[in-house]
Structures are given as structure tokens and as C-alpha cells.
């Protein structure tokens, strides 16, 4: 039913910048906040940021916050990811997902989008 399709994802040089895109299908892309999520070779899948459902709030994992901006356009049914200041230890694949609910679990997530930091 719900498709989220990421993009943008490639190689850069620390420093650099990418934006990544996630264009979700289905009913009522507006009803729903919106997360991205990042794990890396061997490392649990942590949390970047979330946007709420209208985009006016928004919160970032303490490792991102400042360097990256979670942004949506619901006309277009598809959130952002703006990434600044990008490290070495920014490189992961990167997920977008659909949060079902208030008590804080996701239930749809895109097939993922490699980000690659060299030094």
C-alpha cells in the first residue's frame, strides 16, 4: 500500500553536502510524521531526525543537530534530508519511514540510500 523510494544518496568528501529525497505513495502523506533513520556496517540503526506531520516540528539525534535539516513539501508527497558538514562517521545507509503512531514506532521504511564520507 505505502511506498517510500529514497534518493540522492552517493560519495562526497567530508565537508561536502547531499540532500537526500524520500517520495512516499499512498493515502494521506500529510496525516503522518516523517523519519530518517541511518545504520551503519556492524552498528545498530539510529535515529537522525523527524518532522511532524504539518513540518513544524522537528527534532535531530545530538549528533546530527546543527548540520542537517529534516524539511517536508506534502504537496509532493516527499520528505527531505539536507546534509551539511558531513564526516567520515556520517557514512551509513540512510532510511526514511513512516511513524504510525505517538508511541514512537515506524511502520512502512523505504529500501535505504548510500551515504559515503571520505576523508
Known amino acids: 500500500q505505502v511506498q517510500l523510494v529514497e534518493s540522492g544518496g552517493g560519495l562526497v568528501q567530508a565537508g561536502g553536502s547531499l540532500r537526500l529525497s524520500c517520495a512516499a505513495s499512498?493515502?494521506?502523506?500529510?496525516?503522518?510524521?516523517m523519519g530518517w533513520f541511518r545504520q551503519a556496517p556492524g552498528k545498530e540503526r539510529e535515529f537522525v531526525a523527524r518532522?511532524?506531520?504539518?513540518?513544524?516540528?522537528?527534532v535531530y539525534a545530538d549528533s546530527v543537530k546543527g548540520r542537517f535539516t529534516i524539511s517536508r513539501d506534502n504537496a509532493q508527497n516527499t520528505v527531505y534530508l539536507q546534509m551539511n558538514g558531513l564526516k567520515p562517521e556520517d557514512t551509513a545507509v540512510y532510511y526514511c519511514a513512516r511513524k504510525s503512531g505517538s508511541g514512537g514506532s515506524y511502520d512502512y521504511w523505504g529500501q535505504g540510500t548510500q551515504v559515503t564520507v571520505s576523508s
Open positions: 499512498g493515502r494521506d502523506f500529510s496525516s503522518y510524521a
Open positions: 518532522i511532524s506531520r504539518s513540518g513544524g516540528n522537528t
